[in-house]
Every structure is written in C-alpha cells, then in structure tokens.
C-alpha cells in the first residue's frame, strides 16, 4: 500500500496545501528545470479529485485472501486493540509510519480493519499526492485511499468514516533504519485541528517492522531541496536505501521487494480530545501527548523484538 | 474449502446441544473464536443472528451469520451474511450406549477472489482445521466435566454430605 500523510508542513502546526501548485513556481530557464516543471504537470494532472464513491467494498472483499496471504505468509502481521475502534461513526486512526514506499504496516491494517468491522463500514486512507498518481495503483482508490488534503480528509469524516492517516507521511517513512523505533511525525499537526474541527476522537495506531524491510540509509532532504522536489512534488525526501531487488535504490519511486519482517501492530485506546484536554485545547499538548503514548507504545512492542526481520 | 472435525462425546445427545446452542458459552469452547454476540432479537434458533470471528493467520475473519437450520438437539448450521462467505454445522448423533458423535464443519472461500483466493484457502486450512479439533475436543472436555460434576453432586447429596 501507499505511503501516506495528513497534510502539513513539519512544524508550521498549519494543514497543508492542496496539492502541486505548478503555477505558483517561476519558469525555470534550464533545460533540466523545464523538465522537471513538465513532469510535474503531468503528475498534477494525473492526481484524481476526491471521490469517495471510489471505494469498492466488492473489489475490497475480493481481494482480502491476496492482503492476508502478504500480511500473514510474509509479514506474519499481528494486530492487537482493534476493540479499541469505535464500533461506529467517524474515528481518526493516526499511525506512524514505516517501510519506504512499501508500507507493510499499511497492508497489514488493512486487512485487519476490513475483516474485523467488514467491508461494508466506510474506511478511508489518506496517501500522498505523488502515490495516486502513479501509474497501475489507480486501484489504490477503490480501496478507499485518497490524496492527502485537509478537504479529503474533512469528506471523509464527514461522510461518517473511518479515516487513516499517517501524520509523519514521506518523512517518516524514509528515515534511516536505525530509527526504526522512533516516531517522528516530523512536528505535523494538522490532523489535530483536524480532529478538533470534526470533533472525532483519535485513535492511535502503532507499527513495529515495518523498517526492517530494508536498509533504509538517508531520508535525502538535502538533495530533495536541491531538485526542488519539495517545491515540485510536495516531496520534502529523496530517500536512498539498500532493497531488493534494486541494491542501492534512490527514491523508492519504483518501490522495492520487502524482506519479510515481522510486523506488529498495536491499537490503544480512542481519545476524545476535548474531553481528555478541555473545550479549547492547546494544539501543541495533544501533539506532544500522542507521540509520547506512540512512542511508549513502541518502545514496549521493540523490547519484545528479539531480532530485526524476525521479530 | 471444507473442512469438518468429529468426536465421540461420553454424554447425551440433550446435554451436548445445551453446551452448542448457548451463544454465551460459544466461546468457551470454540478455538480461535474472538467474538460470537447475539446480533438479532431471538438469542437462539432459526433466524438468529450472531457477530463472530475467527482469527486465522493476521486477521480476525468472520461477519455477521444467521442461523439457516435449527433441529433440536440434532443440527444447528449457520451461513454467512456479511464477511468471507462461510457455512457452518453442529451435526449431533446418538450414539448407542448414551453417548453423541459431534461433528462441526465449515466451509469457507471469498466468491470471485480468483487463484489467489484458492491459495489463501488452502494455506488457511491448517489452521481453520486446527481450529475445529480443539473445538470439538473443548467441546467433549466441557460436556464430560459437567457430566461428572452434575453425577458428584448427586452422590454428595445422596450421601447427605
């Protein structure tokens, strides 16, 4: 599945723009920066407007055997708190978020979610702009994922789903493998104001592994800059790993063959925000409340890893 | 894909329905079984609706299923409504000496998943078949322990203890 993120500039506390603004950037006179600009325009056409009705909960529920026989034959997923989901209405699921442009943590939820609550409840996952507009994972949408906007993800709440997202998006999931334990939401929070304004509780969603399926060696921010990916492609990482069956594999564009990682996944409790921090509460607490909860979360699902790739 | 799983039980037919017909004591005997709740007014017979779910491999599988066949104290057979299409069976039998023969069957498959389906259903038959012995023999354990119980009782009081 796709890699995903609420939208949001790191650190600004602000939702994020739309999408790919092509006409806000100047010319660029050099052949390669035309280039760029072009293809550009062409991702920005391909991205699809939001529609809900997209989501097939038919071709969903024909493809669970293919999710399970990934999630439990190569990831052996394990899922835990999924009682911990409200049985019904909007719920804003937050997971950090692992394993490049593979995301087996995103796999494996799927399928959790689809056969615990059924194929028929409304479930949404918000992905980057870039991912929906690749070519052949058009199929992405009848799944459910949608590009990452504060518009989409408004949509969806209100149409009474439950919606995923994955705050720490592309850079989260390219950071190197020895942060593997770490959730870095890279300072987002959008999705807070998110859930404030649609006033649904939260529901932390915590991953462990799926790092572990590859070498992942830099997020590539220097050079992303350089590109003016960020600028570009809303892509703020050029990440550079080692997978298979690349080698040395720069971007993770064409993603990559997974090692077979064991993932575990461990839903907590729903949160409602304004009954756990008052009727007018402080943006940057909730953030530092939930990454820390996360991050226990997950300190306590890595010390009962006994190896990487393993489990 | 089908699967069934049958044992001998060292008490009666009537005793042994009790136990499978309970929806409140579904999961005291049924192996892997996360969730069996009554989803309909009637608890039990032809037409109630339970909320189950099995887990098998990463995932809890299951839906809401309907009660199709309730012939007491002989067979009780459910069917999917919503979820991975399953057909399910209690298929009780007098044995000679007092004792029942169980049989609980299931049979299982996502209509038009193509050969991936087929694969994930032969790969998840260890497991769903697994399920069913520990079933069946949770099942006899429970039925039999109750048995000896229900006969300890009576003596004590017989005894006037």
Known sequence: MAQTGTAGRPGNGQTALPAVRVGDEQPSGSLVGRALRSFADQVARRIPRADLDERDPDFIRERLPMLWLAASIWFRGEVRGLGNIPESGPVLLVGNHSGGNVTPDTTVFTLAFNTYFGVERPFFQLAHNLVLSMPGLGQLRKFGTVAASPENARQALRSGAALLVYPGGDYEVHRPSWERNRVDFGGRRGFIRLALDENVPIVPVVAIGGQETALFLTRGEGLARLLRLDRLFRLKVLPLSVALPWGVNVGDMLGHLPLPAKITIETLPAIDLRAEFGEDPDVAEIYDYLVSLMQETLDALAAERRLPVLG | ?161
């Open chain 2, 1 to 161: 894909m089908r699967t069934s799983a049958c044992i001998e039980v060292a008490a009666p037919i009537e005793e042994v329905w009790k136990i499978v017909s309970d929806p409140g004591r579904a999961l005291s005997f049924m192996s892997g079984v996360t969730r069996w709740e009554v989803a309909s007014e009637n608890a039990t017979g032809l037409g109630a609706r339970y909320r189950m779910l099995l887990r098998v491999g990463s995932a809890e599988i299951g839906g809401l299923i309907e009660v199709v066949e309730w012939d007491e104290p002989s067979d009780y057979a459910w069917t999917s409504v919503t979820g991975v299409d399953q057909r399910g069976r209690f298929r009780l039998r007098r044995m000679r000496g007092g004792g029942t023969r169980v049989e609980m069957r299931l049979a299982y498959g996502v209509a038009g998943s193509g050969p991936f389906g087929w694969i994930a259903e032969q790969m998840a038959a260890p497991t769903v078949r697994g399920h069913l012995r520990r079933t069946v023999q949770q099942l006899k354990r429970l039925v039999e322990y109750e048995q000896l119980r229900e006969r300890a009782a009576a003596r004590r009081a017989a005894a006037g203890i």
